[in-house]
């Protein structure tokens, strides 16, 4: 059985990781060799976006780099499909694996079906009802021609049912990306990222924002400066900058405005990251993940967004889906540094133990 894995984007390499090891682990007790191999679209690039991640996560090399990188989302989508089918056409495998809602696992999910080659899409189901959102139509595209859907939370299974997507392609397995959370915590208990920041103090806030309907606003960009130097006034802030929030800060010159209790970051690495968002007193976000893996931490969690299509970290964990008025979550991060804090609980099947079970049912469904 030949499998391949793609990858593209930060937030991907993480998810990839554990399923590889499952792969690994399997081989060892199986005579039947399973070949995993990865291809990297190359949609991120950067080191700090991608090669650490590579590293820190012992993951090999990739064993195709399509080396796409940015572009309009066109471009992009087009350019990772012309050179992925030539890998397929190349390799015939008999499935692909792609994780999450970036542009590579919709453009390698269109190559693939249309090559008659097996794909699962592993974390399957999420919906944000929002479909201004690229993600959100990655993911119904992936979803309706996926083989098996891997789901992380419940929502994501009646979500699917609705969508007409049969019983039997439904795969309730836990997240992948909490997979490698406890594996890796161990290691990131040992970052010296605090000290290497100097921020002078144990309690800090950590802040995400990257998504193009918050950052690509200048109006946005200047009220979260006034958030973010409110926020300040409190705790020390640590604020890893994604390149396309950097490069807006700049073109905007609004970068100059934070006053010095803001520390602006690169891009952090997986380990380093692990440890802020484990011991941040609350996390200001955008981001999809981590609304999960501070839910999963019992971490104080604002998301900046009107909708999220990870509901069960608010249904059940510590985020709170405050919307992009940054008044409003100025107040709600307010009443956490003053202690109103959300109670949170672990949701089911986050044990740590996804990828095993995916790769089991993948490799008993082949039989
Ligand atoms: C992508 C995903 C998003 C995910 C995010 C995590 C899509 C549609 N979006 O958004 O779901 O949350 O990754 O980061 O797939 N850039 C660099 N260096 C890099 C990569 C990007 O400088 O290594 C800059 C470029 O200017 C690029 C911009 O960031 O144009 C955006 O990159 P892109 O991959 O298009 O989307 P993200 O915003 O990163």
């Known amino acids: ?55 820190e996560l012992e993951l090999p090399k990739p064993d195709f780099y399509l080396g796409v990188g940015s572009g309009s989302h ?47 899409h592993v974390e399957a189901g999420l919906r944000s009802y929002d479909r201004t959102m690229p993600e959100e139509i990655n993911r119904l595209l992936t979803d309706q021609i ?24 439904i795969f309730f ?13 161990p290691k990131a208990e040992k970052s010296k990222i605090i000290s290497e920041l100097k921020i002078g103090s144990t309690n800090f806030v950590l802040i995400t924002l990257h998504r193009p309907a918050n950052v690509d ?61 484990k011991h941040a007193e609350l996390i200001v976000t955008d981001s999809g993940g981590i609304q999960e893996e501070s839910t999963y931490l019992g971490v104080q969690c604002i998301t900046v967004r009107e909708n999220t299509e990870r509901p069960v970290t608010v249904e059940i964990g510590t985020n709170q889906l405050i919307g992009t008025d940054l008044e409003k979550v100025k107040n709600a991060a307010m009443d956490v540094l003053e202690g109103k804090l959300k109670q949170g609980s672990v949701p089911e099947l986050w044990d740590g133990r996804a990828a095993e079970r995916i790769v089991s049912i993948l490799t008993d469904l082949d039989n």
């Open 1 to 55: 059985m030949k499998v391949i894995s793609i990858v593209g984007a930060r937030p991907n390499f993480m998810k990839v990781a554990p399923i590889h090891k499952a792969f690994g682990k399997l081989n060892k007790k199986i005579n039947k060799k399973i070949e995993h191999l990865i291809c990297h679209t190359g949609q991120h690039y950067d080191a700090n976006m991608s090669k650490i991640f590579f590293e």
């Open 74 to 120: 066109a471009e992009q989508t087009a350019k990772i499909m012309i050179e992925f089918e030539k890998v397929l056409i190349d390799e015939k495998p008999d499935l692909i694996i792609v994780v999450g809602d970036v542009n590579s696992t919709a453009a390698c999910s269109i190559v693939a079906v249309k090559m008659g080659i097996k794909i699962a």
């Open 217 to 277: 606003s200048p109006y946005f960009l200047k009220e979260m400066v006034s958030f973010l130097n409110t926020v300040a006034e409190k705790r020390p802030v640590v604020f890893p900058i994604h390149p396309r929030t950097s490069k807006n800060l700049k073109k905007y010159k609004i970068d100059r405005l934070l006053t010095k209790n803001v520390h602006l970051t690169d891009p952090i690495g997986y380990i380093d990251f692990l440890y802020l968002t």
């Open 146 to 169: 996926a083989d098996y859907l891997f789901v992380t939370e419940k929502s994501g299974i009646e979500n699917l049912k609705r969508e007409g997507i049969p019983d039997n392609k």
């Open 173 to 185: 397995v836990g997240n992948v990306m909490i997979d490698s959370l406890i594996y890796y915590m």
